[in-house]
């Protein structure tokens, strides 16, 4: 570049109309330095005031030299990568700022959120537990409500099915009876039936006793006359009111009651627990 730089300086001075005279008045630079430098000519310039000629003269003129322009572009470099980071410590700043805002904003208002959360929580609970609930009762109400029972049959048989599609039945459920023992005086009544082990109870005046079953009951009264029989609320087997202080066997069944001489289940009972026979 150096070597360009004479002819530079040379048709800037001529471009503005100057003669070397005036450049060196202007510029207090000797004319032979004037003409040297235009001439590129370092032999006849000092080589410690070559930079300093050059500069003043270039800088008279207006003219960037090219390690000026060198510095320049490196300064606007610099600058460049200042105002990027700059900006980037703007917008840093600013994330932090609304950052802190935001958490001052939770702390002031901390209990209030705690219970906005609880609540939301308990929402949500409550509402999983409901739906959990209502899913189980469906799914118990299709489950027991019907059943599903599919025929089919073969050509060859003599009565030939073909269901395409399926029955619904009502599901089985079992069908309980109900007989009551309702103590008129204190008795002592040891029964069991198909729902229940064996058990023994002393009734007093007053009290009665709920038995239910699908098929059979079977009891002991210790004193007959002192009890009132009912089979479906209808009472039953009044003559027992004639066995004053007697004990009875009695069997109960759907189609009705009626005393027995004895209950082998009842009777295996009072041997193994009280001994007698």
Same mark, same amino acid.
């Given at each position: 570049?150096k070597?360009?730089?004479?002819? =530079?300086?040379?048709?800037?001075? +001529?471009?503005? @109309?100057? $003669?070397?005279?005036? %450049?060196?008045?202007? /510029?207090?630079?000797? &004319?032979?330095?004037?003409?040297?430098?235009?001439?590129?000519?370092?032999e006849?310039?000092?080589?410690?005031?070559?930079?300093?000629?050059?500069?003043k003269?270039?800088?008279?003129?207006?003219?960037?030299?090219?390690?000026?322009?060198?510095?320049?572009?490196?300064?606007?470099?610099i600058?460049?990568?200042?105002?990027?980071?700059?900006?980037?410590?703007?917008?840093?700043?600013?994330?932090?700022?609304?950052?802190?805002?935001?958490?001052?904003?939770?702390?002031?208002?901390?209990?209030?959120?705690?219970?906005?959360?609880?609540?939301?929580?308990?929402?949500?609970?409550?509402?999983?537990?409901? =739906?959990?609930?209502?899913?189980? +009762?469906?799914? @118990?109400? $299709?489950?027991?409500? %019907?059943?599903?029972? /599919?025929?089919?049959? &073969?050509?060859?048989?003599?009565?030939?099915?073909?269901?395409?599609?399926?029955?619904?039945?009502?599901?089985?459920?079992?069908?309980?009876?109900?007989?009551?023992?309702?103590?008129?005086?204190?008795?002592?009544v040891?029964?069991?039936?198909?729902?229940?082990?064996?058990?023994?109870?002393?009734?007093?005046?007053?009290?009665?006793?709920?038995?239910?079953?699908?098929?059979?009951?079977?009891?002991?009264?210790?004193?007959?006359?002192?009890?009132i029989?009912?089979?479906?609320?209808?009472?039953?087997?009044?003559?027992?009111?004639e066995?004053?202080?007697?004990?009875?066997?009695?069997?109960?069944?759907?189609?009705?009651?009626?005393?027995?001489?004895?209950?082998?289940?009842?009777?295996?009972?009072?041997?193994? /627990?009280?001994?007698? &026979?």
């Amino acid at each position: 570049m150096k070597k360009d730089i004479g002819n =530079i300086l040379k048709n800037k001075r +001529e471009e503005l @109309g100057l $003669s070397i005279p005036e %450049v060196a008045e202007r /510029t207090k630079i000797r &004319e032979n330095f004037i003409s040297a430098l235009e001439n590129n000519d370092t032999e006849n310039i000092p080589a410690s005031y070559f930079d300093l000629f050059l500069k003043k003269y270039a800088a008279y003129l207006a003219i960037a030299l090219p390690e000026e322009e060198k510095k320049e572009e490196k300064s606007d470099a610099i600058l460049d990568l200042l105002s990027t980071h700059a900006e980037e410590r703007r917008k840093s700043d600013i994330i932090f700022k609304s950052t802190k805002r935001v958490l001052l904003f939770l702390y002031v208002h901390r209990l209030i959120l705690l219970v906005l959360l609880l609540f939301i929580s308990l929402f949500i609970f409550t509402r999983h537990i409901y =739906i959990m609930m209502d899913r189980g +009762e469906k799914t @118990g109400r $299709s489950e027991s409500g %019907v059943k599903i029972i /599919t025929i089919e049959g &073969e050509p060859g048989d003599r009565i030939s099915i073909n269901v395409k599609d399926s029955i619904m039945l009502d599901d089985d459920k079992p069908d309980f009876f109900t007989f009551r023992i309702l103590a008129s005086d204190s008795c002592y009544v040891c029964y069991y039936s198909d729902t229940l082990k064996v058990k023994e109870t002393m009734l007093m005046p007053g009290q009665s006793l709920d038995l239910k079953a699908e098929s059979v009951i079977e009891a002991k009264l210790g004193k007959s006359n002192a009890v009132i029989l009912e089979l479906e609320k209808e009472r039953v087997l009044h003559d027992l009111k004639e066995q004053k202080n007697a004990s009875s066997f009695i069997k109960i069944s759907r189609s009705g009651a009626l005393r027995i001489r004895r209950s082998e289940k009842i009777g295996e009972y009072l041997r193994i /627990t009280h001994g007698i &026979e």
